[in-house]
Structure formats: C-alpha cells, structure tokens
C-alpha cells in the first residue's frame, strides 16, 4: 500500500475507488458539523417543527444544503486552480456562468422600460417620452437591495 495525496488528503489506499470508503469527516468536501446543525436549525424553525429526531424532509433539506454547499467548495477550488496559473479572467468567467447573478424587479424593469423606449421611437404614442421618463425616474428613486 503507498501513501498519496488525494484531494488535499494524506491517506494510504491502492485503488482510487477506496477515497469511497473515507469516513465522511475526513472527506475534503464535507461540510462541517457546525453547519450540518446550523441546516437543522434553519429546516425546523422554518417548519415550527419540534427537536426529536430527524424526518425524511428534513434530511432532504439538509442533502440539498449540504450538496449546494459542496458544489460551491469545488467551484471555488477549480477558479482558486485557475487563477494560481494566472487565468483570471478564466475563473471570473466561470463563476458568473455558474452563479449567476439574477436581476432584480427593479433592473428588470428598467430594461424593460428602456426596451420599450427604444421601439416605440417614432411611434405616434402620446406622452410616450413623458410616461417613460416619469416611470424611469420613479424606479431608478427604489433603492437596490443587495
């Protein structure tokens, strides 16, 4: 049996396949168990659900957490590679591809708002101009919410 480093673990194991039989607070991408409680506390004051064991939903809830938080920890480390070898632009690309920031109502708005002024130019739309300068004042006074 030889000694590898394996995604950041210093273990013995002959075939790859044995990483399957780590104990699963040793495995790299395993959230820790502050979090763990912290998804159960979240789930059951969500449900007003009382402290006694654990029901099938709250296990998926904590799966689907705990699988979140995992894809963001191999996000982050696959972007952390690229940009130690000077890919920057590389990594920022791929986290804005793979978490994506969504528009607020108030952003979406405006681009509607500017689509419509753009393609009603021309149009014989009356206080189209007025109407749409009033209405892009009045969202661009709505403060943006982070």
């Known amino acids: 049996m030889t000694r590898h480093r394996v995604l ?17 607070t040793q495995h790299p991408i395993t959230p820790p168990p502050e979090l763990v409680q912290q998804w159960d506390r979240e789930w059951r004051e969500q449900q007003n659900a009382p402290v006694i064991g654990w029901s099938a939903n709250l296990l998926a809830y904590v799966a689907a957490r705990a699988a979140q938080w995992a894809a963001n920890q191999e996000l982050e480390a696959c972007c952390e590679c690229l940009e130690s070898h000077g890919w920057h632009t590389a990594a920022q690309d ?6 994506p920031k969504w528009s607020s109502l108030k952003e979406e708005a405006l681009e509607d708002l500017a689509w419509v002024d753009k393609n009603l130019k ?5 206080g189209r101009c007025e109407a749409v300068h009033t209405i892009r004042r009045a969202l661009e006074s709505i403060p943006d919410h982070s």
């Open 94 to 99: 791929i986290r804005a591809a793979r978490r």
């Open 8 to 24: 950041g673990l210093d273990t013995a194991f002959t075939h790859p396949s044995d990483l399957f039989y780590l104990p699963m």
């Open 122 to 126: 021309g149009a014989n739309f009356f």
